[in-house]
């Protein structure tokens, strides 16, 4: 599926994941820069500059907003996680991708007979 934003935790907070997904994927990225060494200087590099502008109380509130959406698909994975396990089995990356399709799918029929039992 295309896709125009990329949203992750601060775990992924680096220059290079935001050159990653503007420029290799052609992705806007919504990374929250977190502190590094000094207290007072959060981010020295643009892309993590422009976090600090975009995702502060004074930023953009879309950007704000959308952010906080994050946490849905964190309670997605952790479910999907926790059902068939952390780790993909398969060693090729065509059969991890297939394997990966297949455990959404079957969150995705979990899911429609959960909702279609309880109407």
């Known amino acids: 599926m295309p896709y125009d934003q990329l949203i992750a935790d601060a775990g992924y907070d680096s220059e290079a994941n935001h050159r990653f997904?503007?420029?290799?994927?052609?992705?806007?990225?919504?990374?929250p820069a977190k502190k590094r060494r000094s207290a007072a200087v959060v981010a020295t590099t643009p892309y993590r500059q422009e976090m600090v502008r975009r995702l502060s109380k004074t930023g953009n509130p879309a950007d704000c907003a959308?952010?906080?959406?994050?946490?849905?698909?964190?309670?997605?994975?952790?479910?999907?996680?926790?059902?068939?396990?952390?780790?993909?089995?398969?060693?090729?990356?065509?059969?991890?991708?297939?394997?990966?399709?297949?455990?959404?799918?079957?969150?995705?029929?979990?899911?429609?007979?959960i909702l279609g039992s309880s109407s």
């Open 21 to 31: 997904c503007r420029e290799q994927l052609g992705a806007d990225s919504l990374i």
């Open 66 to 113: 959308a952010y906080r959406q994050r946490w849905k698909v964190e309670t997605v994975m952790s479910v999907v996680k926790r059902r068939c396990g952390e780790a993909l089995t398969a060693r090729l990356e065509p059969t991890q991708q297939a394997q990966a399709l297949l455990r959404g799918i079957a969150y995705n029929i979990q899911r429609l007979v």
